[in-house]
Structure formats: C-alpha cells, structure tokens
C-alpha cells in the first residue's frame, strides 16, 4: 500500500473510532428515536391508515426513516468533526501533514458516510421489530444508501467549514435538513397532493432519495429511480470537488 493511501486509510480509522467509541451519543439516539416514529406513525397512526400504494403504512414510511437517520448521522459526523479540528485547532495538523487535500476531503467524507450507512442499518433492524422489510431491488437500495449518505457527508464538511459557532451545527441540521426531509414524503405519498404541491415538492431533492430507497425496499416508486440516482450522483460528485476547492483555498481553515 502507498504512503498516501496509508495517510488516508489512517485517517479515515480515526474519525471511525471517534463515533463508535461513543456509541451512547452516535448509536442509541436514532434507535429511540426511530422506536418512537414506528410506535407513533406505523402502529398507532398505522392501523388507522391502513395500506399506502399497495403496503402497510409502516412498510410505507420505513425507506424515509432510513433516509432521515442515515442522511442526518452523515452530516452531523461530518460537519461536528470538521469543525470541532478548527475549534480546537487540530485541523492543522491535518492539512499541514504530506497527505494530499484530496485524500482529507476523501477521509472525512468516507468516515462520516461510514457513520450514515451503519445508521441505517440500525434502523432497519428497528423497523424489521414492528414489520417486514423485503429488499426487491437490492442493488438499487444500496446505491441510493451510498449515494445519499456521501453526498449529506460532503455537505457536512461543507457546514464545519462554515460554521462559525456549535449553534450553526444545530440549525443546519434541525432547522434545514429534517424540515426538508419530513417534506419529501417520508409519510406520504405525492398522490395525495394537489397537482401544484405535488409540482412543488420534486424540487425537494429529499423526494428523490426517498423515493429511490423506497423503491430497493419495497418496490414503490414515483419517480424513475434511475434517473434519481444519477442525479444524485452527479450531486455527490459536485459537492466533493466543492469541498475539495474549498480546502484548496483554505476556506474556513485560516483566520
């Protein structure tokens, strides 16, 4: 393996150890809280609904809560690490080492996606307590997992390089992010809407994530899932040259 490569790998199995050796804070929350969502939205609420395009309502709005945990743990392991280095300082000793900018972006990004996909498994198995869970496009389900949950990790970096205080953090993901993804049909479906809502809601990019690990799952789509997840794609790969310009200046990084 090539020094740089062992810079990285590096890296990465620091910010990796950072989360899981406190699994009380990066783990247990999203298990309570997903707990709540299923008792609340698939049992009680659940029963009164009934089935949603052809499922049970608690299959239904299972995807979009995968979505929320997963996309949520991204960025917030993404941004808090970034800017936590620049807080203390140890940033530093980061991007002055002889590792490329493109391998610390990599790092970052890897770790905290890392983060969002171990998320979404536990939700999962979460959800599998209350209800059934068939996988029918597999291949589907986890390219929308990785796509979506690197391109919320590259946008993390993004925030801790911005931010300028802890409460930055907390608005971006509680005041930006869950709004934008409790309105892209995680409990509901866009037939229900009104055709000038419905209109409205595809320019949420969540609808497309959502409905793209909805159709992995469970097979129900609105959208073409293919051309969703090359849009995302696309997305991810923007915003990880963004982060890497961004380093390149050194945005965020100096005084």
């Not at 002889?98 to 970052?108: D, L, N, Q, T």
């Not at 990004?109 to 939700?123: D, E, P, Q």
């Amino acid at each position: 393996m090539s020094a740089s490569r062992v810079q990285v790998a590096t890296l990465i199995r620091r910010e990796i150890l950072r989360f899981v050796r406190r699994p009380y804070n990066t783990f247990l929350p999203p298990i309570i809280t997903n707990t709540l969502y299923f008792s609340v939205f698939g049992i009680i609420l659940g029963s009164r609904i009934g089935t949603v395009a052809g499922v049970s309502y608690i299959q239904f709005v299972l995807p979009g809560l995968v979505v929320l945990g997963s996309i949520s743990d991204a960025f917030e392991n993404a941004s808090f690490s970034v800017f936590h280095g620049r807080w203390e300082d140890y940033i530093d000793a980061v991007t002055t080492a002889p590792m490329s900018h493109r391998g610390v972006v990599a790092a970052y990004v890897s770790a905290s996606a890392v983060r969002g996909l171990l998320t979404a498994v536990l939700i999962v198995g979460v959800g599998l307590v209350f209800t059934s869970a068939p996988v029918t496009h597999p291949f589907h389900l986890v390219g929308f997992l990785v796509v979506t949950a690197v391109l919320f990790a590259g946008l993390g970096v993004i925030g801790g390089l911005a931010a300028t205080d802890f409460d930055n953090l907390t608005v971006m993901n509680q005041f930006i992010l869950r709004p934008l993804v409790f309105f892209g049909a995680v409990f509901y479906s866009l037939d229900v809407l009104p055709p000038l809502w419905r209109t409205v809601s595809l320019l949420n990019p969540m609808v497309y994530m959502v409905d793209g690990v909805r159709y992995g799952m469970i097979g129900v789509t609105e959208i073409d899932p293919n051309v969703s997840l090359a849009v995302l794609t696309g997305a991810a790969v923007a915003v990880f040259l963004l982060n890497l310009a961004l380093f390149e200046r050194g945005f965020g990084l100096t005084e």
